[in-house]
């Protein structure tokens, strides 16, 4: 007998333990290619549903703010794929991933270029008092109290690079049309770049006027820029953090700050977002934005593309896009 | 050359006040009451030899004529819209500005405003220090590299910003009174078809007669929804009013504007816009470039009532 019903195609799973900042771009667009588990929907806690709902799931998608411990692994014995919406890896117990086999794919540098600019434009705006002098013109204070306070030159500066990853790359690239000098500090020296190489950050600051940072936060990162790191940054030095606000020994900074012990700092990233120091609301040489050096509409769509990509690679057995090393 | 009487038409920096004191006999003018400044001039003209003008006050035909011996007129500033060239001319004044030193700055400011702009970097500012991320994300915003940008005005400033804005990978075209075949950019012949094919109009002419108004409605329309303008070079290339209104009725994307027609009066309409970005005439504002360009106003000075060459003469 021939068979009237076409066999319906399987529709993929998908774990999702909290929603990326990206999934409501996201899911709309790819409802149809994938069955979303959405573990926050579920009353149950996490642990249960990952035992009644997951045992049989293999792709999980997470972001940054979701730790994926052995804990959480060892509720998913099927998991076999881990795709992530970051660029940084923090999140994620790699050694524990390649003990079960599960391939890891992240962000790639889907939005380097976006988060390199925001680095920029912070930058700008730190030394050239954009935000501040906005205010004052908003203020109606111009007309009153006549021209703003000067700023500070970009060009000429000795700028510090924490982390030659593909960010800290894009940002080198700019700001060297700015007529920058470009110095980093990283785990290993680049042989294929020319700029000069600093063993540690305290060296790095030492050397520059501008600190920007580009690394992962890992164990040997965390608070890296830390109160001998500033001193030695110095009175005009600036700190620009685009990272994880994790890197920066965050009470450290906002004292010197305050105190005048640097000169100013352009701040994406903080070490517990979304609260950010009050201290610093009152600063006119501080420029604070909320996590967005990667929320434009081109880097979101492209990174919607990849995830799927990466998805539909895992699903039907083809090499991941974005695949890193675990 | 404590003698030579220097007219300081603004209130000048420090260093500059000083060092003008102490090498001339200096009449600051920008300190004279309105109605005081015509009796103020019958009494001192005799005297001044000199007058310090900078991008809001500079010599007109009308002070000219006041100052029976004037010999030179020294910007502290590139743009000479405030000086009347041709009456410096017909009467051998001479005249100088202050470029390349500023080059840089305005430059920087220039790409600091498109990023400002684009990325929504003030407005995401005030959604920090007002404590709204605490409810909830901050909104997508709009990406700079790539993105192709148009100039008004190749010279030493448009220049720079093209190289700026080429390491962000984005296409660079420009109109200029005449095209730069040597250079790789595409040249439109108008400023409307230049607006028309690019994302991000940026304002970095002369102001002249002829370049009066030159960013009108029919630019601003060409520009469109999700065209960016920039301004950093005079307001009055801009017809203010249209590009008002164009902005309050969201006919045009966005705006980043350092300089206004009337300064510092900003039309307040702009102040609840998200999408524009305002700053007070920065483009030179920093402790570097203004001591460098207060050098050049003193190196010039100094110069001419030495019978030495002038450093930057434009007359």
């Excluded at chain 2, 006919?251 to 702009?270: K, S, T, Y």
Aim: contains cysteine.
């Amino acid at each position: 007998m021939e068979n009237q019903n076409p066999v319906p195609t399987v529709i993929p799973k998908v774990l999702v333990l909290r929603p990326p900042p990206v999934f409501p771009f996201f899911e709309p667009r790819y409802s149809d290619k994938f069955q979303f588990l959405k573990a926050w929907e579920s009353p149950i806690p996490t642990e249960e549903f990952l035992e009644t709902h997951a045992a049989s799931v293999a792709a999980l998608l997470t972001c940054g703010f979701n730790r994926i411990t052995p804990d959480i692994l060892r509720r998913l014995p099927s998991l076999r794929l881990i795709v992530t919406t970051s660029a940084g890896l923090d999140h994620i117990d790699l050694p524990e991933c390649r003990r079960r086999g599960i391939a890891v794919a992240d962000a790639g540098s889907v939005f380097s270029e976006d988060v390199a600019d925001a680095a920029v434009g912070l930058l700008l705006d730190v030394l050239r008092r954009v935000s501040a002098a906005g205010r004052y013109v908003r203020a109606g204070l111009w007309p009153l109290n006549g021209d703003y306070p000067l700023g500070t030159k970009l060009g000429g500066k000795r700028v510090g690079i924490i982390g030659l990853g593909n960010i800290g790359l894009e940002v080198a690239k700019r700001l060297e049309a700015f007529g920058c000098f470009i110095s980093y500090t990283s785990r290993t020296k680049k042989a294929s770049v020319s700029f000069p190489f600093y063993q540690s950050a305290i060296e790095l600051a030492a050397y520059c006027d501008i600190l920007v940072i580009c690394c992962m936060l890992t164990d040997q990162t965390r608070h890296m820029v830390n109160k001998e790191v500033l001193k030695a940054l110095g009175k005009e030095g600036v700190v620009i953090n685009i990272a994880r606000g994790g890197v920066i020994d965050e009470k450290e900074l906002v004292r010197c700050l305050v105190e005048g012990e640097i000169a100013g700092a352009g701040l994406d990233v903080f070490e517990r977002e979304p609260e950010v120091p009050k201290e610093l609301f009152t600063l006119d040489n501080v420029v604070l934005s909320p996590h967005c050096a990667v929320l434009t509409e081109e880097a979101v769509g492209d990174l919607c593309e990849l995830l799927a990509a990466n998805l539909e690679a895992f699903f039907s057995n083809k090499p991941l896009i974005s695949q890193v090393a675990t | 050359m404590e003698d030579i009487g220097v007219l300081l038409r603004f209130p000048a920096m420090p260093y500059l006040d000083q060092e003008l004191d102490k090498h001339f006999k200096l009449f600051r003018f920008w300190d004279v009451s309105e109605n005081e400044k015509e009796a103020f001039l019958r009494k001192n003209s005799g005297s001044i030899r000199a007058v310090v003008g900078n991008a809001s006050a500079g010599a007109d035909a009308e002070l000219i004529d006041s100052l029976p011996n004037l010999e030179i007129v020294a910007c502290f500033s590139v743009g000479l819209d405030k000086v009347d060239l041709d009456k410096c001319k017909e009467k051998g004044i001479r005249v100088t500005n202050t470029p390349d030193v500023l080059t840089d700055d305005v430059a920087d400011l220039a790409i600091g405003l498109i990023l400002a702009t684009m990325r929504r970097i003030c407005e995401s500012d005030r959604f920090v220090r007002s404590g709204k991320w605490k409810k909830g994300d901050f909104k997508l915003t709009t990406k700079f590299t790539g993105k192709s940008v148009g100039i008004i005005g190749l010279g030493r400033i448009g220049l720079a910003i093209a190289m700026r804005a080429e390491a962000f990978g984005c296409p660079i075209s420009y109109h200029s009174r005449s095209p730069k075949p040597d250079l790789k950019y595409k040249y439109y012949p108008s400023v409307v078809e230049l607006a028309s094919n690019c994302r991000i109009l940026v304002v970095a002419c002369a102001l002249t007669e002829e370049t009066h108004h030159i960013v009108n409605q029919k630019v601003i329309d060409a520009l469109g929804p999700k065209g960016v303008l920039i301004n950093i070079a005079r307001g009055p290339l801009v017809d203010e009013s249209e590009l008002v209104s164009a902005l309050v009725d969201g006919r045009l994307g966005g705006a980043g504007l350092d300089v206004f027609e009337h300064e510092p009066v900003v039309p307040e309409e702009l102040f609840g816009l998200d999408n524009v970005v305002l700053t007070p005439h920065i483009g030179s504002g920093t402790v570097e470039t203004r001591m460098a360009m207060a050098d050049l106003v003193l190196g010039n000075l100094k110069a001419h009532f030495s019978s030495r060459p002038l450093l930057t003469p434009v007359v």
